[in-house]
C-alpha cells in the first residue's frame, strides 16, 4: 500500500550536552565532512522543511551546495506568514520550489506579501500550522520523503505527535550548557520516559572527530 504520508527524516547536529544552537543563536556544529554527508541526503529527499523561527535567526538558502544533485523543495512553517521578504528563502524563490505553509493567524497583508513570490502557500490549522493536515497535503504533491532540520520548537512537534520515522544526528565534539540554549527538541518534553518515541539504532558512522548516529522509529 502507498504511505498517505510522506517519510519523515529529522536531522540535526547537537552538541555532546544535547544542543543545537547557543543561547545567542550561534549553531556552528558540522564539519566540512558532515556538511557534504548532509548534503548529498538532500539531494536524495524531495521536500526540506524548517520552521520561521531558524529562518529568522539563519536565513538559511536551504539548497544543495557541498555536492551535485537537485535541490528539495524548501517547506516552511510559518503560522503568522512573518518570514522577512529580505530573507534568502522567498529571494532565491525564483530559482528553488519553496512552499510556505501557514495557519489561518496570517493577515492579509502578510498573506498579499508572500504572493508577491513564486511560493506556493498553503494555509492548514487555525492558530499554528496543523502539521499533520500539511503531510497530506504535501503527499498529494508527490513529497515522498521530507528532511527536517529543526530548529527545537519543529523537532518537538514532529516527536510529540508522533509524526516521524528516521533520526539522523551528528555529535560533535562541543559542550554548550546554559538553561537559554537551544536543545534538539523544546517544547514541554515528556514527563515520563516510557512516552518517548521508540528508536532502534540503524547505523554509527565516525566522521573525524564527529559522530553520526541513525536510528528508526520500531
Known amino acids: ?3 498517505s504520508n ?3 527524516i529529522l536531522s540535526a547536529a547537537i552538541s555532546i550536552d544535547g544542543k543545537i544552537a ?3 543563536g550561534h549553531s556552528d556544529l558540522s564539519s566540512n565532512e558532515d556538511f557534504v554527508r548532509l548534503h548529498k541526503l538532500r539531494t536524495k529527499v524531495d521536500g526540506i522543511l524548517i520552521g520561521k ?3 529568522m535567526k539563519d536565513n538559511p538558502l536551504l539548497t544543495v551546495r557541498y555536492t551535485k544533485g537537485k535541490n528539495p523543495v524548501r517547506i516552511i512553517l510559518d503560522s503568522k506568514g512573518e518570514i522577512s521578504s529580505k530573507s534568502k528563502i522567498l529571494q532565491t524563490s525564483k530559482k528553488v ?4 505553509a501557514t495557519s489561518k493567524q496570517i493577515t492579509k497583508y502578510n498573506l498579499q506579501k508572500l504572493r508577491e513570490f513564486p511560493v506556493e502557500v498553503i494555509i ?8 499533520k493536515s500539511l503531510l497530506k497535503k504535501l ?6 520523503t521530507i528532511l527536517v532540520e529543526g530548529g527545537g520548537t519543529v523537532n518537538w512537534e514532529f516527536v510529540k505527535q508522533n509524526i516521524f520515522d528516521e533520526l539522523i544526528i551528528t555529535i560533535s565534539p562541543f559542550l554548550i550548557g546554559g538553561k537559554n540554549a537551544i536543545s534538539f527538541v523544546q517544547g514541554d518534553g515528556f514527563d515520563k520516559i516510557s512516552k518517548s518515541p521508540n528508536l532502534q ?4 558512522k565516525r566522521l573525524k572527530n564527529h559522530l553520526v548516529l541513525n536510528y528508526l522509529k520500531v
Open 1 to 3: 500500500m502507498e504511505k
Open 6 to 8: 510522506p517519510y519523515v
Open 22 to 24: 547557543t543561547n545567542v
Open 53 to 55: 523561527n531558524t529562518v
Open 97 to 100: 520550489p519553496t512552499i510556505i
Open 124 to 131: 492548514t490549522g487555525e492558530k499554528s500550522v496543523n502539521i
Open 139 to 144: 503527499a498529494q504533491k508527490n513529497i515522498k
Open 201 to 204: 539504532l540503524k547505523s554509527i
